[in-house]
């Protein structure tokens, strides 16, 4: 049995279960009110939110932790087993969110829900650099990244619809079954990857590996192991400082809006579960599009004889450049509609530069140390997203003044570029350093 196309059913399923891990990860952003309330009654709605604070912190440093550690089992494991061990332990935490009852149990749950999501962005950037060529990359991480935009926009009024009818444990045990499910298409159709996958036309399959050009390294025309050193190999790099910084700076702008969407609604505008639901998947719409945005740009540019040099800094550089008026103009966006308006702005440009951002490493690295590095990346993303998203908002936001996040965000989005500009040096397959003369 052949199926056409198969790399597409692959990045898809990969899509799919971001839309789930968006799921899963929003559901607590939007149930916190209510299921604080009735956890926490004596407490005020900051001291409540402080407690949502902190739980999100455990969840992002659990988050980071995870980055490290599934980047080594990806490339350990493989892409397949990879994603079962991720999406089967992140549902089951989900499910177990009914049977908390304090912080404690909240944060513990929260942590093995962060560990294993985790395995989401180094496996969907392992997956991509296996199954796609080089100027077909930038449109499948797109791909991938709007299953995130969509999963935020599916969420928000899912979970607020949800909410009239069920209890905050019953929405809990529910997504985390969707999880569940996903398990089944993804073990019948990704078997193996592209080199000994048996549904693969030869065609397709010379296609895929004739046009890793990270993998020809000797330039003699033919797919090779690539440039694959070992962790410290990597590290050694400035290339991968370049993206390791690059991460830890953008990433924190799309967690901004993730975790504290629902509360700035509620904050600034008084708005109620509907109110949230009616309102806070908008930003999601402009993400979505941003992540196809992206993707189709560095293809069209790549397909017209540019360098991926040129391609990748286009896009990145275009992305934070939309990012940093429209994160300054959230100081006084003046009404609900033309808030979640600029939002809509914000997660556009970011998603249209982060999609090139995470093809960083295979455009650098063979396939042997994507996952790893990939993993690092994702590991200072999240330690920057706790630092300004569950650790600086809560204080920067007391009374509901959100002016001080959206300038460091403008700020962030400056050293993002910087970061690529300065150390990334031309983005381009890299060989090993010549051995120091005797």
Not at 125 to 131: C, F, G
Not at 203 to 228: A, R, V
């Given at each position: 049995?052949?199926?056409?196309?198969?790399r597409?059913?692959?990045?898809?399923?990969?899509?799919l279960a971001?839309?789930?891990?968006?799921?899963?990860?929003?559901?607590l952003?939007?149930l916190w009110p209510?299921a604080?309330?009735?956890?926490?009654p004596e407490?005020t709605?900051?001291?409540?939110?402080?407690?949502y604070?902190t739980?999100?912190?455990?969840?992002?440093?659990?988050?980071?932790?995870?980055?490290?550690?599934?980047g080594?089992?990806?490339?350990?494991?493989?892409?397949?087993?990879g994603?079962v061990l991720?999406i089967?332990v992140?549902?089951?935490?989900?499910?177990?969110?009914?049977?908390?009852?304090?912080?404690?149990?909240?944060?513990?749950?929260?942590?093995?829900?962060?560990?294993?999501?985790a395995?989401?962005w180094?496996g969907?950037t392992?997956?991509?650099?296996?199954?796609?060529?080089t100027?077909?990359?930038?449109?499948?991480?797109g791909i991938?990244n709007?299953?995130?935009?969509?999963?935020?926009?599916?969420?928000?009024p899912?979970?607020?619809?949800?909410?009239?009818?069920?209890?905050?444990?019953?929405?809990?045990?529910?997504?985390?079954?969707?999880?569940?499910?996903?398990?089944v298409?993804w073990?019948?159709?990704?078997?193996?990857?592209?080199?000994?996958?048996?549904?693969?036309?030869?065609?397709?399959?010379?296609?895929?590996?004739?046009?890793?050009?990270?993998?020809?390294?000797?330039?003699?025309g033919?797919?090779?192991e690539?440039?694959n050193?070992?962790?410290?190999?990597?590290?050694?790099?400035?290339?991968?400082?370049?993206?390791i910084?690059?991460?830890?700076?953008?990433?924190?702008i799309w967690?901004l809006?993730?975790?504290?969407?629902?509360?700035?609604?509620?904050?600034?505008?008084?708005?109620?579960?509907?109110?949230?639901a009616?309102?806070?998947?908008?930003?999601?719409?402009?993400?979505?599009?941003g992540?196809?945005?992206?993707g189709?740009l560095a293809?069209?540019?790549?397909s017209?004889g540019?360098s991926?040099?040129?391609?990748?800094?286009l896009?990145?550089?275009?992305?934070?450049?939309?990012m940093?008026?429209?994160?300054?103009a959230?100081a006084?966006?003046?009404?609900?509609t033309?808030?979640?308006l600029?939002?809509?702005?914000?997660?556009?440009g970011?998603q249209?530069?982060?999609?090139n951002?995470?093809?960083?490493?295979s455009?650098f690295?063979?396939?042997?140390?994507v996952?790893?590095?990939?993993?690092?990346a994702?590991?200072a993303?999240k330690l920057?997203?706790?630092?300004?998203?569950?650790y600086?908002i809560?204080?920067?936001?007391?009374g509901?003044n959100y002016?001080?996040?959206?300038?460091?965000?403008?700020?962030?989005?400056?050293?993002?570029?910087a970061?690529?500009?300065?150390l990334c040096?031309?983005?381009e397959p890299?060989?090993?350093?010549?051995?120091?003369?005797?």
């Amino acid at each position: 049995m052949k199926l056409k196309g198969l790399r597409w059913w692959v990045v898809g399923l990969v899509a799919l279960a971001t839309v789930i891990n968006y799921i899963d990860r929003q559901s607590l952003n939007v149930l916190w009110p209510t299921a604080f309330e009735e956890l926490f009654p004596e407490m005020t709605f900051d001291e409540r939110k402080a407690v949502y604070g902190t739980v999100s912190l455990v969840f992002i440093l659990a988050y980071a932790f995870g980055q490290a550690i599934f980047g080594k089992i990806f490339d350990w494991i493989g892409t397949r087993m990879g994603f079962v061990l991720s999406i089967g332990v992140w549902s089951l935490a989900t499910a177990a969110h009914a049977f908390a009852r304090g912080l404690v149990s909240f944060s513990i749950f929260r942590g093995l829900l962060g560990v294993a999501e985790a395995g989401n962005w180094p496996g969907a950037t392992k997956a991509n650099a296996e199954w796609f060529p080089t100027k077909e990359r930038a449109l499948a991480q797109g791909i991938f990244n709007s299953g995130a935009a969509i999963g935020g926009i599916i969420s928000i009024p899912l979970i607020g619809f949800l909410a009239v009818f069920m209890s905050w444990q019953m929405i809990f045990v529910l997504i985390g079954l969707i999880g569940l499910l996903w398990l089944v298409p993804w073990l019948m159709i990704v078997k193996g990857p592209p080199s000994s996958h048996s549904w693969l036309s030869a065609e397709e399959k010379d296609y895929i590996l004739s046009g890793q050009q990270n993998q020809d390294i000797d330039g003699d025309g033919t797919p090779d192991e690539g440039y694959n050193p070992g962790t410290w190999g990597i590290l050694a790099r400035k290339e991968s400082w370049g993206i390791i910084i690059a991460s830890a700076a953008i990433d924190p702008i799309w967690w901004l809006f993730v975790f504290w969407i629902p509360s700035y609604l509620i904050e600034v505008y008084q708005m109620d579960v509907k109110g949230i639901a009616i309102y806070g998947w908008v930003p999601y719409v402009g993400a979505m599009i941003g992540a196809w945005f992206g993707g189709l740009l560095a293809q069209n540019r790549l397909s017209a004889g540019w360098s991926v040099n040129a391609t990748r800094k286009l896009t990145i550089t275009l992305g934070c450049l939309i990012m940093l008026p429209a994160l300054l103009a959230m100081a006084n966006p003046g009404s609900p509609t033309v808030a979640v308006l600029i939002m809509a702005v914000i997660l556009f440009g970011f998603q249209t530069a982060i999609g090139n951002v995470q093809t960083l490493p295979s455009d650098f690295f063979g396939g042997k140390s994507v996952g790893t590095l990939a993993g690092f990346a994702g590991m200072a993303a999240k330690l920057g997203a706790a630092g300004l998203s569950t650790y600086l908002i809560p204080w920067l936001t007391t009374g509901g003044n959100y002016t001080p996040a959206f300038v460091v965000g403008a700020a962030l989005a400056v050293i993002a570029m910087a970061a690529v500009w300065l150390l990334c040096g031309r983005i381009e397959p890299l060989k090993p350093k010549p051995a120091l003369a005797a």
